[in-house]
């Protein structure tokens, strides 16, 4: 445990600051098909509404409904896509479980307030797997 805690990065500190503000949080593909589907669908929505708790992926008010488009890596789903770097494992953990317990919390009370929430996982949308949005 020791080795793998100390190895050291590739990359210096500031090209791994670089490369990781590169990624982003919202806006992904995933999200812009699903929203491309609801779109084709004929619904309409609100993005990343402040009023809500965690700002929402896409907000349906007419269905008092939410969709969370979540990375399988960042959100810790358990499929091939989400498998922790093997390095600075414990950073990872730590990192992707309070990705999940924050998403829980605002979940709920997402629900308390009566809204519905949908969660759509970035490999069902590669996997072009988007028609639990049928349901809406």
């Not at 969709?67 to 960042?74: I, K, L, R, S, T």
């Not at 309070?98 to 519905?116: A, E, M, P, V, Y």
Request: aromatic share 10%; glycine share 4%; net charge positive.
């Amino acid at each position: 445990m020791y080795i793998l805690a100390n190895m050291v990065d590739k990359f210096t500190k500031k090209v791994r600051s670089k490369i990781m503000s590169s990624i982003k949080s919202k806006n992904t593909w995933p999200e812009k098909e699903v929203r491309s589907y609801l779109h084709r669908h004929g619904y309409r929505f609100v993005l990343h509404d402040k009023r809500l708790p965690g700002k929402p992926d896409i907000v349906l008010p007419k269905y008092k409904t939410v969709v969370e488009v979540n990375g399988c890596f960042w959100h810790g789903h358990k499929c091939k896509r989400s498998k922790l770097p093997s390095t600075n494992k414990k950073f990872w953990e730590k990192k992707i479980n309070n990705n999940i317990r924050r998403f829980k919390k605002n979940s709920l009370s997402l629900r308390q307030k009566g809204w519905r929430v949908i969660v759509i996982w970035e490999c069902q949308v590669k996997k072009g797997n988007i028609k639990k949005l049928d349901s809406i």
